[in-house]
């Protein structure tokens, strides 16, 4: 097959292309002209459909042109079908584009139009002669890869290039994964397009696609229901800041942005934690326990908070004891969440209070007359005030910090040595700058169990009356929601807070590496996804949670009703066949119960297993110099927890060319902050999750698989990143 046929086989495509681009520009142009008008004649209703349908083109485009040249093309798939079923070429793109005439140019790759470009097989053609990919850079297209799937139909369609699939799985791995629009599998196409209902759960072993697929199918939902999923909104949990960093892009490049992309420390408003706790204490953070000691931690006396109060009133003396305030506040919790209760508490104490009126003089005067001196009484209201304060859950959270209040709640739900763990663990942090990871579902629990912090009102003339105790002026009819009822008729001093826990729910929620999620981030999400549409992605052989069980009844319990849709993938395209042949060999040796797909790629580089070493850092130094100078992507090396500094040290000290043997620069703890220059990056195990490099140098293989319970699975992560080169070094 000739250069030439090939050649002119790209002009062809480019022509098509230029023109798509042409209309492209043409219709943001318009779209703009037409929103800016309908915004100056205040007729948007008038226009709506149009003006909405072309603004979202605008939109569209926007953000494809945004895209930097790295990434591919708008244009990338052509379909040629049997011609006594259309004669025509049909070309697959990010986003649909019509012509002027409203003639469609370019089908949008979700559209249910472009289904058959990813399901036609050799098997069973559905009318397609030929597929074709055009790969692009940018606006320009450099190749063309064919497929001819019916060889019946007599046409004189030329078939140009290797496939599609190979040329984009050897291509060198960057710093952010790519979208697959142009080579998704049958498998995989089936569960993007699968419909938003209940539960889609996506298994499959590891480098099988399952992030991929499930990014594409956020844009695909997108697509299929804009107004349910962009109002609702779309979450998308991941296990790292790292890995959010890595796939961040791949919704942008599929002309998507209308999603919340957060790692596991990021779920909760206004939290953001990235460091991990050791595995001991993070078994016990994590555990379905710590619900029910959060549970009780909620309902505990304020510390600080007064005990007693006396008052004097009428020639009589009227208490409030420790028995009887303590018998107070479990009557106001067995009413709701705490923080609900404030607009009661007043009452509540002037009840108990007013009980003990006897006397003739008081009774004389009458409850309202007290209510009135109580609540004019500057020694109550600091009483009140004080023994119910508005609690937030990171004060709540700072209590456990006190080892007898832990001990206290504890009783029965940890034992000894867990508290001391949970002890050490919060005392080394001195603030809620430095939740660890596995803190942020334990300060989730208390906000559920707490209930928002209702804000003061900010009416000047409550705050100088009492405030605690007011009803009457404000208008119960005029009270739209339920929360705003809720929070008037006892006090006009609260106002529901602005982010409420019922803001907190998703329209779609997608868990990545769900088989990580402890029972207590399952709770966690599943708060924010009560009403949603779940997909839900992983692989059992790399949990790092030890109770598989009890993760396995949280998440039953965080999806409660919904029906579960399944989908398995097979196929590895992620690593080359050696690389997976040595990992599938190790998950097999040590006995994981591995869910083990095919590898179709071969690249004769079989991993190379270094050691045992005397110098660990002479050893080290050289297979990451090697490996460096033989990939032009990315290099992981991948250190036990406990030797992460001590490698961050090494790589410092190296000369600089010695990790730049082919231009790499290596990130010092760039799992920390990476950057996008830095070719080298170090890493733990567990920050490799989900992530992927040319090339991988495992340090200390044995530490990785020492270091706590799931070390081996760990460890099987590890050696499954890698694309083209392996070497392990211990
Ligand atoms: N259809 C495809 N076409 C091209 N590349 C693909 C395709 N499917 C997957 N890949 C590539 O394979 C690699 C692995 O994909 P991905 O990270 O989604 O797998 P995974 O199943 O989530 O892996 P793991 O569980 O090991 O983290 C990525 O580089 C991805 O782009």
């Not at 470009?117 to 297209?141: D, E, I, K, M, N």
């Not at 089936?190 to 996506?202: D, E, L, N, T």
């Not at 696609?209 to 697509?223: P, Q």
């Not at 420390?265 to 706790?277: F, K, P, S």
Request: charged share 25%; aromatic share 6%.
């Amino acid at each position: 097959m000739s250069e030439e046929l090939e050649a002119r086989e790209i002009a062809a495509e480019q022509a098509y292309v230029d023109e798509v681009y042409v209309q492209l520009e043409a219709s943001t142009r318009s779209a703009r002209a037409l929103a800016a008008e309908g915004r100056n004649r205040g007729k948007l209703e008038h226009e709506g459909g149009l003006v909405e349908r072309d603004a979202m083109v605008f939109q569209a485009a926007k953000r494809i042109a945004q895209l930097d040249a790295a990434h591919e093309g708008l244009v990338f798939g052509r379909l040629d079908l049997d011609p006594a079923i259309d004669a025509q070429p049909r070309y697959i793109g990010r986003i649909g584009v019509r012509n002027e005439d409203r003639d469609v140019l370019l089908i949008d790759w979700r559209a249910p139009a472009a289904g058959v470009f990813y399901q036609a097989t050799a098997a069973t053609p559905s009318g397609v002669v030929r597929r074709r990919v055009l790969r692009s850079l940018h606006r320009t297209v450099v190749g063309v890869e064919d497929e001819l799937l019916d060889d019946q139909v007599e046409t004189d369609l030329p078939i140009v290039g290797e496939g599609a699939l190979m040329a984009q799985l050897s291509r060198a791995r960057d710093r952010s994964m790519h979208s697959i629009v142009a080579t998704i599998q049958a498998e995989q196409d089936q569960a993007i397009r699968a419909p938003g209902k209940g539960v889609v759960s996506i298994s499959g072993g590891p480098g099988t696609g399952k992030t991929v697929v499930a990014l594409h199918r956020a844009a695909f939902l997108l697509y299929s229901d804009r107004r349910r999923y962009e109002g609702g909104g779309v979450l998308v949990v991941g296990p790292s800041g790292v890995f959010m960093r890595y796939i961040e892009r791949v919704l942008p490049s599929l002309g998507e942005t209308a999603v919340a992309l957060r790692s596991l420390g990021e779920v909760v408003g206004g939290v953001r934690a990235t460091r991990h706790d050791e595995p001991a204490v993070a078994d016990v953070k994590g555990a379905t326990r710590m619900a029910e000691l959060l549970r009780r931690t909620a309902r505990q006396h304020a510390p600080g908070a007064p005990t007693s109060f006396r008052i004097y009133w009428r020639d009589e003396t009227i208490v409030l004891d420790p028995g009887l305030l303590g018998r107070l506040r479990r009557q106001l919790m067995s009413q709701g969440r705490r923080n609900r209760q404030l607009p009661r508490v007043a009452k509540t104490l002037l009840d108990a209070m007013w009980r003990q009126v006897t006397g003739e003089r008081g009774r004389e005067r009458g409850r309202e007359a007290f209510d009135d001196d109580m609540l004019g009484h500057e020694g109550f209201v600091e009483f009140a005030s004080a023994w119910w304060p508005p609690l937030d859950a990171q004060t709540v959270f700072g209590w456990l910090r006190d080892p007898e209040l832990l001990a206290r709640v504890g009783e029965g739900v940890l034992t000894r040595e867990e508290q001391l763990l949970l002890t050490k663990s919060w005392a080394a942090t001195s603030g809620p700058g430095e939740l660890s990871i596995e803190d942020v579902p334990l300060l989730d629990e208390l906000r559920y169990a707490l209930g928002d912090v209702p804000q003061r009102s900010d009416d000047e003339r409550d705050l100088d009356e009492t405030g605690l105790l007011e009803g009457g002026a404000v208008d119960l009819q005029e009270l739209t929601t339920i929360s705003e009822r809720d929070y008037a008729p006892g006090g006009l001093r609260w106002s529901p807070p602005t982010h409420r826990i019922e803001d907190d729910g998703y329209a779609h929620v997608l868990i990545d590496e769900a088989q990580d999620l402890t029972p207590m981030q399952w709770r966690m999400v599943g708060r924010r996804g009560r009403t949603a549409s779940w997909t839900i992605v992983g692989d059992p052989a790399q949990s790092s949670w030890p109770d598989a069980p009890e993760a396995a009844a949280a998440r039953a319990e965080a999806l409660e009703g919904k029906e579960l849709h399944e989908f398995h993938l097979s196929t590895n395209y992620r690593n080359s066949a050696e690389i997976y042949a040595f990992a599938a060999d190790y998950a097999r040796r040590v006995g994981l119960d591995a869910d083990l797909p095919d590898a179709v790629r071969r690249t004769g580089e079989v991993p190379v297993v270094v050691g045992p070493v005397d110098d660990l850092e002479a050893a080290v130094r050289e297979a990451v110099t090697t490996v460096a100078g033989r990939v032009e992507g990315t290099v992981g090396i991948v250190v036990p927890v406990a030797r992460r500094s001590e490698v961050n040290a090494w790589l410092a000290s190296w000369p600089e060319h010695a990790t730049d043997a082919a231009g790499a620069r290596a990130a010092v703890d760039s799992s920390v902050t990476p950057s996008g220059e830095d070719r080298i990056v170090v890493l733990t195990g567990l920050d490799t999750k989900g992530l992927e490099f040319d090339g991988i140098v495992v340090v200390s293989p044995q530490e990785i698989e020492d270091e706590s319970a799931t070390g081996r699975a760990t460890l099987y992560v590890v050696l499954t990143r890698a694309t083209q080169l392996l070497t392990t070094v211990g």
